[in-house]
């Protein structure tokens, strides 16, 4: 669901691989939120009026009803011409990550907690619970 007046991309926490098994197991866990910028914004507005009021963005071609296959991206990037061990749609979150982090401009856990990741030590995690929204919006900037 994407809320353009609050510029934010809500994801179900069904949906994030790190949250859906405590989902499944009854936990009640916050919508992932997803700040987006100026220029994803505009993106998002455009291809809105080409979706015809499907219930997804990016509809399956075939099946309105459900949305594009999870491999999608990646075929569009191998027709581009990269190899898959050139470039993957998982490999930009990857990208992303280090330029960020060699920016040395946001901290660490800004950035994972952008790409949904959880705090590997247990401790940390059970007691912070923060999810940088703010930081995260100027950093998607």
């Not at 040395?104 to 907690?113: K, R, S, T, V």
């Amino acid at each position: 669901h994407f809320d353009l007046n609050e510029k934010i991309w809500k994801i179900p926490a069904l949906h994030i691989k790190q949250f859906r098994r405590k989902v499944i197991l009854g936990h009640e866990i916050p919508d992932f939120l997803v700040p987006l910028s100026n220029q994803a914004l505009e993106i998002l507005k455009d291809v809105m009026q080409w979706s015809y009021g499907e219930k997804y963005l990016f509809a399956s071609p075939r099946k309105h009803n459900q949305p594009i296959h999870f491999n999608t991206l990646n075929m569009a990037i191998r027709k581009m011409g990269y190899g898959k061990h050139q470039l993957s749609s998982h490999g930009l979150r990857s990208t992303f990550s280090t330029i960020l982090n060699d920016s040395g401009l946001f901290q660490d856990n800004w950035i994972e907690a952008q790409l949904s990741h959880i705090d590997k030590n247990r401790t940390r995690a059970s007691y912070n619970h923060a999810d940088y929204l703010a930081q995260r919006t100027e950093m998607m900037q």
